[in-house]
């Protein structure tokens, strides 16, 4: 099974920052989403080709590289390709690369994948606030590797 991650949100949380005002204002880095982390060294562990898909620039790759070889993570040995759309949609990519499982934290990034494919995974807490009556972010994940 050929099975997706995006990064940022997704393998590496960062959490929200609001000024006092209640806006916001920045994000920090807090590691990884211990919620994705295991289902992601689970399927490297099952033999799946793992792959990373981000909406990143590749001249990020020593970062991602980084955390992806990071002691609590130890997981880049197990990753076929990481592939940065360079800002652009990952749906061409993911199709393209026969992906059978994608786990994302956007869910405009899983509109139009054929059913089953995408899998929303809920970012860090912080993100989950409300804000003018609206709420920011209600997501669930959904973990079935």
Same mark, same amino acid.
């Given at each position: /099974?050929?099975?997706?991650?995006?990064?940022?949100?997704?393998?590496?949380?960062?959490?929200?920052?609001?000024?006092?005002?209640?806006?916001?204002?920045? !994000?920090?880095? !807090?590691?990884?989403?211990?919620? !994705?982390?295991?289902?992601?060294?689970?399927?490297?562990?099952?033999?799946?080709?793992? =792959?990373?898909?981000?909406?990143?620039?590749?001249?990020?790759?020593?970062?991602?590289? =980084?955390?992806?070889?990071?002691?609590?993570?130890?997981?880049?040995?197990?990753?076929?390709?990481?592939?940065?759309?360079?800002? @652009?949609?990952?749906?061409?990519?993911?199709?393209?690369?026969?992906?059978? @499982?994608? =786990?994302?934290?956007?869910?405009?990034?899983?509109?139009?994948?054929?059913?089953? /494919?995408?899998?929303?995974?809920?970012?860090?807490?912080?993100?989950?606030?409300?804000?003018?009556?609206?709420? /920011?972010? @209600?997501? /669930?994940?959904?973990? !079935?590797?």
């Amino acid at each position: /099974m050929k099975i997706s991650f995006d990064f940022d949100d997704t393998l590496l949380w960062k959490r929200a920052v609001f000024d006092e005002n209640g806006e916001f204002d920045d !994000v920090e880095i !807090v590691g990884a989403n211990p919620r !994705v982390l295991p289902i992601l060294k689970r399927a490297i562990s099952q033999k799946h080709e793992v =792959y990373i898909i981000t909406s990143r620039l590749s001249l990020t790759l020593p970062e991602v590289e =980084y955390w992806l070889g990071h002691e609590q993570w130890k997981v880049l040995d197990g990753i076929k390709e990481i592939i940065f759309t360079e800002g @652009r949609p990952k749906q061409p990519t993911l199709i393209e690369k026969g992906i059978d @499982r994608h =786990y994302d934290d956007d869910p405009e990034e899983l509109v139009g994948l054929p059913e089953g /494919m995408g899998v929303l995974v809920s970012p860090h807490p912080s993100w989950l606030r409300e804000s003018r009556g609206e709420l /920011m972010i @209600r997501e /669930m994940i959904r973990s !079935v590797v």
